[in-house]
């Protein structure tokens, strides 16, 4: 069942414990009171309102009370809601020609009855009665004026000369309830009240018409025979049936089908509203949007129906954790959108962001399953970062983008972020059309062995030659490809290019190996092995010439199908690396659990190496762990001669970097390789030659030593920003 929908703030419980609502509240009770008062003191009860004409007014007034337990749910256009039921039919024909106390004492008894049966909130309950009886009297006195009519007794028959009279009486009626109630939102909400009360005329003009419209109708009938006025059953029948469809599609059209929460289209509307009173007043509002993380594993894991039930509960906690003044809706997938319309400044937007995320902190429990329900946040705020609604959603959605570059973040909208996401989107569209055709190429960059210069295999590197924007470098279209699921078909192709030209080199005489980088949704594809394993046959490339490089949050985004795949490709022949060593958050364990065949430097300990004492220490520890586990070690961003001999007086493997080569396409690094096995890569010899001020590098020496058996302390791995996002194919 969908929620019942909000409804408007003059009646509505939460409304009352405004304080501005609470005098508006008060004053129309004390005006409402007092005159109930004094119609009563100037006109008593009397046994003639059940004598003669007395007996069809009692008939009405029975027949209002029943009206009134049957509401018709009218919801406006910004999803808040309105009770509209037939009683105002029998209300309007009682002031036409009944006594205005009988009028207002069966109103009285309907109101008070409906409200006990609904066990509403006193405060709302004395509201509602209070508008009634205001609106009544308002109705009997415009009659009374335009008809010549008694303020305060009936008895005449309604006759066609009544007509205009009626027709003011029934505007009055109208405008009178619905004015009471925009004036109340008005005050609570601080909006213009005209704007309100022609808002609402709008959602109900034609049902209010029909109802008010067979007012002098039954008024006819009362007066000819009482029995004659169940014939209005029928048309008032139709009336709630109508209402009721009208209102049902209405709420399909504004809410969201599965959570209950409003949709895009609603939560639209009630930002332009936002935005306006923003714009007008002060204050600020703001839009938070949220996407969750690792949904769609969930999906593709555990099935659609175990999505849908996350997405129900994670909409509940939103919906009942967050303050009632905020509107929670779902856009679509698992994208949830806040819209804060009242507060001070952005503090209170990177609070309340703040508040959502904690609602997620805790694990889901679906189906005996606990699951994690955490997101990103972006956040933008009318008017800091944008006046208009279509910008201020823009850049929700520009600084969430910026959060989900490292998941679970808070971003508020950035102008920087602008252009990039400008260009991003339009890299997106071109990533489409060209994946799978000539414009992504191989580039390779060589391994040497640091004892000899001896060139043992190369990475194989991904270039994107777009025809417009020229060479694009992966660090800018590969989270793209990841973010929309292009980056498996991108890495299949990739992948199947560099066997083929590694088979290439090595008909050519040239036995290099092979390093090629996985994407974690890779990983988490258990065909990923055979799929590995047909490629390897059909390019007759010996599997132990090709080494999977993984990075240490590749594994972290599914380890339990990423340690299986690891294990059947191993099974197969593959080598290992892990990639990055130092830059994740649980080097030890994988080495532990994986026992890999060799680990790599990350560039971010390697470039500073002779400068930063610290990371001199990491990279010796991490050469004396890796060999103590029987690895060998790679250094990768080795840009000078330098840093190549201090690599090689701390016992380092293999180097990668431009002091070497840049990477290159396959038939250049098919002539370097040539070059290479007769005299030499460039700088070989100045590199490998005797080592002046060999040993210079800090932490290498005595002084620094925390060797594996120094007991010095060793400072733990630091993540660094420029490491690349999880799943590259590579730099």
Not at 432 to 448: C, I, K, L, R
Request: glycine content about 10%; charged content about 20%.
């Amino acid at each position: 069942m969908p929620p019942t929908p909000t409804e408007r703030v003059g009646t509505s419980p939460d409304a009352t414990r405004s304080l501005p609502v609470r005098g508006y509240l008060l004053t129309i009770l004390t005006f409402a009171l007092t005159l109930l008062g004094a119609v009563l003191i100037a006109q008593p009860l009397s046994p003639r309102w059940f004598d003669g004409p007395g007996l069809a007014w009692a008939f009405l007034a029975a027949l209002l009370v029943l009206g009134e337990l049957q509401p018709l749910v009218v919801l406006h256009r910004d999803g808040t809601s309105e009770p509209l039921t037939v009683s105002s039919t029998f209300a309007l024909s009682l002031v036409i020609i009944a006594p205005l106390g009988l009028v207002l004492l069966a109103q009285t008894l309907a109101v008070t009855l409906n409200d006990l049966w609904r066990r509403r909130d006193p405060a709302r309950a004395a509201a509602t009665l209070s508008r009634h009886i205001l609106t009544l009297v308002a109705t009997r006195t415009v009659y009374a004026l335009a008809s010549g009519r008694p303020l305060l007794d009936g008895g005449d028959p309604f006759t066609s000369h009544d007509l205009f009279p009626g027709a003011l009486a029934a505007a009055t009626f109208l405008l009178t309830g619905n004015g009471l109630i925009a004036l109340g939102t008005a005050v609570d909400r601080r909006l213009d009240p005209v704007r309100l009360l022609l808002a609402d005329l709008r959602a109900q003009a034609l049902t209010s018409a029909i109802l008010l419209g067979l007012a002098p109708v039954a008024a006819v009938l009362a007066g000819f025979s009482p029995l004659m006025l169940p014939l209005l059953a029928l048309p008032l029948a139709g009336v709630q049936r109508n209402a009721r469809t009208a209102a049902r599609r209405q709420h399909d059209a504004l809410y969201d089908g599965l959570t209950g929460l409003p949709n895009r289209t609603l939560f639209r509307l009630r930002t332009e509203q936002a935005v306006a009173d923003t714009r007008d007043g002060p204050g600020r509002s703001a839009v938070l949007l949220l996407d969750l993380d690792h949904f769609k594993e969930v999906n593709d894991t555990l099935g659609h129906q175990v999505g849908d039930e996350l997405l129900r509960r994670v909409a509940e906690r939103l919906a009942d954790g967050l303050p009632g003044t905020v509107t929670t809706a779902r856009l679509g997938g698992d994208e949830f959108a806040v819209l804060a319309p009242r507060i001070r400044d952005t503090e209170d937007a990177r609070t309340l962001a703040e508040q959502m995320s904690r609602l997620l902190h805790d694990p889901v429990l679906v189906d005996g399953l606990r699951l994690g329900a955490s997101g990103s946040i972006g956040v933008a705020v009318c008017p800091d970062h944008a006046r208009c609604v279509d910008t201020l959603l823009q850049r929700a959605d520009i600084a969430l983008y910026d959060a989900k570059d490292n998941r679970g973040e808070i971003r508020s909208y950035r102008p920087e972020s602008d252009q990039h996401t400008v260009q991003r989107l339009c890299l997106l569209g071109d990533l489409h059309a060209s994946v799978g055709t000539d414009q992504f190429e191989m580039h390779y960059q060589p391994q040497v062995r640091t004892r000899d210069g001896a060139v043992t295999s190369v990475e194989a590197l991904i270039r994107w030659r777009h025809p417009v924007h020229g060479t694009i470098r992966p660090d800018a279209f590969i989270p793209l490809a990841e973010s929309t699921g292009l980056i498996a078909p991108l890495t299949r192709t990739t992948v199947r290019t560099s066997l083929r030209e590694l088979a290439a080199l090595h008909a050519a005489g040239h036995r290099v190996g092979l390093s090629v980088n996985i994407s974690a949704r890779l990983l988490s594809d258990l065909d990923l092995p055979r799929w590995f394993a047909r490629a390897l046959h059909t390019t007759a490339v010996p599997p132990e010439t090709v080494t999977i490089e993984v990075t240490e949050s590749t594994l972290s985004a599914d380890p339990r199908r990423a340690m299986q795949v690891l294990r059947e490709l191993r099974e197969i022949g593959l080598r290992l690396s892990i990639d990055d060593f130092g830059t994740g958050y649980s080097s030890l364990s994988y080495l532990q659990k994986l026992q890999p065949d060799e680990v790599k430097v990350d560039r971010s300990f390697v470039t500073t190496l002779r400068s930063d004492e610290n990371n001199a220490v990491i990279v010796r520890s991490t050469i004396e762990l890796g060999h103590g586990l029987g690895m060998s070690v790679v250094a990768e961003g080795v840009e000078d001669t330098a840093t190549y001999r201090a690599l090689g007086d701390l016992g380092c493997d293999l180097i990668q970097g431009y002091v070497v080569a840049r990477p290159m396409p396959a038939d250049t690094l098919g002539t370097w390789l040539t070059g290479a096995g007769t005299s030499g890569w460039p700088g070989q010899a100045e590199a490998t030659g005797p080592a002046a001020g060999a040993g210079s590098a800090p932490g290498a020496g005595p002084k620094a030593g925390a060797g594996a058996g120094s007991g010095a302390e060793v400072p733990g791995p630091r993540q660094h920003p420029t490491v690349p996002a999880p799943g590259r194919v590579g730099t």
